[in-house]
């Protein structure tokens, strides 16, 4: 069954996915420097669905560092420029609750009197949510033989919704047994920013969010932020009981063919 968990409601009406609409893909920064094989799976699941995504070259950064350090108006420049190169795109689709979050919700702070930013941003979508709330996509065949569970981090769940999604993408993964995570709706600590600021309560947050991973007995930790499974890997690299727990964004899981 499918955990249903408290979250807020999705803030988004979803429209309708016309073929002829221009698609474009933002990946994060973290992830374009990091994880590029994240998004190449990504790609490679919309192409798979007829759908052949633009990469805007000049993307840089959604601004959220800057915007949750503080510095507003430098958060600003970033997202003038995001806004610039996403402006000609209907869907911009990212691999990340996080960033997602940021353009949809928070470009609105801000620039409050800018609609034609705040227009971009709300035209910004999740991987998950893009696929399930959008396409009506939940089985794309992939397999992958694996007991998985879920870490879905606090800007997907609380500012768009999003818990159902990847779960009911996870469940019809060929022979792979899903595993709930204990106490799942909690931060792992990671938090950008909060992680620099905050190391030691980030690091008990990540340690307690661990040993949850571990005690659902998966082997791998699944997530639609490779920001957190940063965080997450870190940890699980430093503890010789845990460090088997191999963690991937679900992507990538669901690429697995």
């Known amino acids: 069954m499918i955990e249903h968990i408290q979250s807020a409601p999705p803030i988004w009406k979803y429209p309708s996915f016309q073929p002829s609409q221009k698609v474009a893909i933002f990946v994060p920064c973290y992830m374009d420097q990091f994880y590029p094989h994240a998004a190449q799976s990504m ?3 919309l192409e798979r669905l007829g759908i052949f995504p633009d990469f805007p070259p000049e993307q ?9 350090s503080g510095y507003w108006d430098e958060a600003r420049r970033v997202v003038r420029v995001f806004a610039h190169t996403f402006e000609n795109y209907d869907w ?7 960033c997602t979050a940021m353009c949809r919700v ?5 620039f ?3 609609s034609a930013i705040t227009d971009v941003g709300k035209r910004v979508v999740e991987f998950t949510e893009f696929l399930v709330n959008v396409l009506g996509v939940t089985d794309l065949g992939a397999r992958f033989p694996r007991k998985v569970t879920l870490h879905i981090g606090c800007h997907g769940r609380r500012e768009l919704g999003i818990v159902d999604q990847p779960v009911k993408l996870l469940q019809n993964v060929c022979d792979l047994e899903y595993c709930p995570l204990p106490e799942m709706e909690d931060c792992c600590g990671f938090g950008g920013t909060f992680s620099v600021k905050f190391p030691n309560i980030s690091l008990d947050m990540g ?3 661990c040993e ?3 005690a659902s007995g998966a082997e791998v930790i699944a997530s639609i932020d490779s920001s957190c499974l940063m965080h997450i890997g870190g940890i699980l690299q430093l503890d010789a009981q845990k460090k088997r727990i191999r963690p991937l964004h679900i992507a990538e899981i669901l690429n697995c063919r």
């Open 60 to 68: 840089t950064c959604c601004g959220q560092p800057a915007f949750n």
């Open 112 to 114: 409050p009197d800018n």
């Open 212 to 214: 949850n991973i571990a």
């Open 43 to 45: 790609v490679e699941i």
């Open 106 to 110: 928070f470009f609105s702070l801000l």
């Open 207 to 209: 340690r307690r969010k």
């Open 92 to 98: 911009i689709i990212c691999p990340s609750g996080s």
